[in-house]
């Protein structure tokens, strides 16, 4: 998660830029993989993800 944490923050940021003052923020335990598959058959490395991210205002005072 840390290599996509960029990426995931800036999807974040352009979702609730309208919606809200301050930006969410996304730490790396609050990011759920919820399906995975190669896009180029079982000999490629390009990988489609499907993410579940729970963005939060504040500090994160509790873990899953």
């Known amino acids: 998660m840390n290599f996509l ?3 995931i ?3 974040v940021q352009d979702y609730y830029e309208h919606l809200m003052r ?3 923020h996304v730490y ?3 990011v759920d993989v919820i399906e995975s598959h190669r896009v180029n058959g ?3 490395f390009i990988l489609s993800l499907t ?3 729970t963005p939060v205002v504040g ?3 509790f873990c899953r």
Do not use: C, H, I, T
């Open 5 to 7: 944490n960029p990426y």
């Open 9 to 11: 923050k800036d999807a």
């Open 22 to 24: 301050e930006s969410p």
């Open 28 to 30: 790396p335990y609050f």
């Open 42 to 44: 079982f000999r490629g």
């Open 51 to 53: 993410l579940d991210v």
């Open 59 to 61: 500090p994160s005072y």
